[in-house]
T-cell receptor, first 107, second 111 residues
């Protein structure tokens, strides 16, 4: 079993939809949880990070961590075509990544 | 220029050859990481370093060697390249292990 599991998709939604991206993990020692966005042929860039359980909001993006279920989520409200990218979750002090979910937002 | 740079951006090499991928960062970040990215696998950690002269294995270290004699540089060497090492390689640096900055990647093809 991989330490971090993420459905690779692809996921296609219409513009304006709410997008939900999720990861599960097995290592209960993880305390830091990050979401990265990667455009085609570019390096990943940090979108959000949270420490321990709870929610964090930044504009149209909300990150949630449920440590009891070992489950993290990223919500994108009012999705835009410019949000089309691969979204990767990462966690732990040595930054273990999920496989990434490829998202397409259609105009 | 400030930031993190990888070189070369593209490399084609033959099976059995030694190849070194370079990574340089200008922030004096303590932590540096090497990942490979393959379809269906996401980013897999090869090696990481917490400081100069301190390195640790990640998930997929076999066939790779790293060194970190200076804080700003973290080269990755493939001692004897194999076709299975064809991949996109990303270097990253971090000051606090939460926020990491990635380079643009090196696309390596082993023929």
């Amino acid at each position: 079993q991989k330490e971090v599991e993420q459905d690779p998709g692809p996921l296609s939604v219409p513009e304006g939809a709410i997008v939900s991206l999720n990861c599960t993990y097995s290592n209960s020692a993880f305390q830091y949880f990050m979401w990265y966005r990667q455009y085609s042929r570019k390096g990943p860039e940090l979108l959000m990070y949270t420490y321990s359980s709870g929610n964090k909001e930044d504009g149209r993006f909300t990150a949630q961590v449920d440590k009891s279920s070992k489950y993290i989520s990223l919500f994108i409200r009012d999705s835009q075509p410019s949000d089309s990218a691969t979204y990767l979750c990462a966690m732990g002090v040595d930054m273990r990544f999920g496989a990434g979910t490829r998202l397409t937002v259609k105009p | 220029d400030a930031g993190i740079t990888q070189s070369p951006r593209y490399k084609i090499t033959e099976t059995g050859r030694q190849v070194t991928l370079m990574c340089h960062q200008t922030w004096s970040h303590s932590y540096m990481f090497w990942y490979r990215q393959d379809l269906g696998h996401g980013l897999r950690l090869i090696y990481y370093s917490a400081a100069a002269d301190i390195t640790d294995k990640g998930e997929v270290p076999d066939g790779y060697v790293v060194s970190r004699s200076k804080t700003e540089n973290f080269p990755l060497t493939l001692e004897s390249a194999t076709r299975s090492q064809t991949s996109v390689y990303f270097c990253a640096s971090s000051g606090d292990r939460q926020v990491a900055f990635f380079g643009q990647g090196t696309r390596l093809t082993v023929v």
